[in-house]
């Protein structure tokens, strides 16, 4: 694929970006304690608090990043085999939190209802929660760097083209969440079955993705 910019000639690799897409779908889909966050407050206050919340972890999801962009690029930039090393820590990562999550039960819990808060401090809350959790950036480091796609094109671009792709794709599952807040409780609470299904497909995604890094 090609994508013309200034008279330049920018090789792209589209199906690169549409792998990336469908496994951040995927890790947004799988419970964990951001998305479960957005149900609660959602079913305890009504869907603008949820999507408030949203809107707070996606906005982190900037600073991510950029941190990402600008660190990792440096050192693509001056070291090829730092950038291998990168890689490959980033597949053990994975590996160790497909491990952790084969651990953990099938039931997913939904518990508690919070005292209403307003909109704004809650995307305060989901900003901070976001900002200040090293596993973020350290997943972003594991996760974005495989899926660089392309050769000619700045690898600072590169990371900010998947970090806008991850939060439009993250936004609308959160946000698919938050709205339909009652349902998907309802459902997630009465079958037995869910929590076997999500579990398994968060496994794989994790185990994919790590076999990719290694392998792409």
């Not at 496994?23 to 305890?44: E, M, R, Y």
């Not at 053990?92 to 939190?97: E, G, M, Q, R, S």
Request: hydrophobic share 55%.
């Amino acid at each position: 694929m090609y994508f013309h910019i200034n008279q330049g000639t920018f090789i792209l690799n589209y199906e690169i970006l549409m792998a990336f897409s469908v496994a951040t779908f995927f890790l947004a889909l799988s419970p964990g304690p951001d998305n479960i966050f957005v149900l609660i407050q959602s079913i305890s206050n009504g869907k603008k608090y949820g999507l408030a919340v949203v809107a707070g972890l996606m906005t982190g999801c900037l600073v991510h990043t950029t941190l990402l962009a600008f660190g990792v690029s440096a050192i693509i930039k001056n070291s090829t085999t730092l950038f291998t090393i990168i890689k490959f820590f980033g597949a053990a990562y994975l590996v160790y939190l497909a491990i952790m999550v084969y651990k953990g039960g099938d039931v997913i819990s939904i518990a508690g209802e919070e005292k209403k808060k307003s909109k704004l401090s809650l995307f305060k809350q989901g900003f901070i929660m976001n900002v200040l959790n090293p596993k973020v950036t350290i997943f972003f480091l594991a996760f974005f760097p495989g899926f660089l796609f392309s050769d000619s094109l700045n690898n600072v671009i590169q990371f900010y083209t998947l970090g806008v792709l991850f939060i439009l794709v993250s936004s609308f599952v959160f946000g698919a969440i938050a709205i339909l807040a009652g349902q998907i409780s309802s459902f997630l609470t009465n079958n037995m079955r869910t929590g076997f299904v999500l579990k398994w497909i968060q496994i794989i995604v994790f185990m994919g993705i790590a076999i990719y890094l290694v392998l792409g």
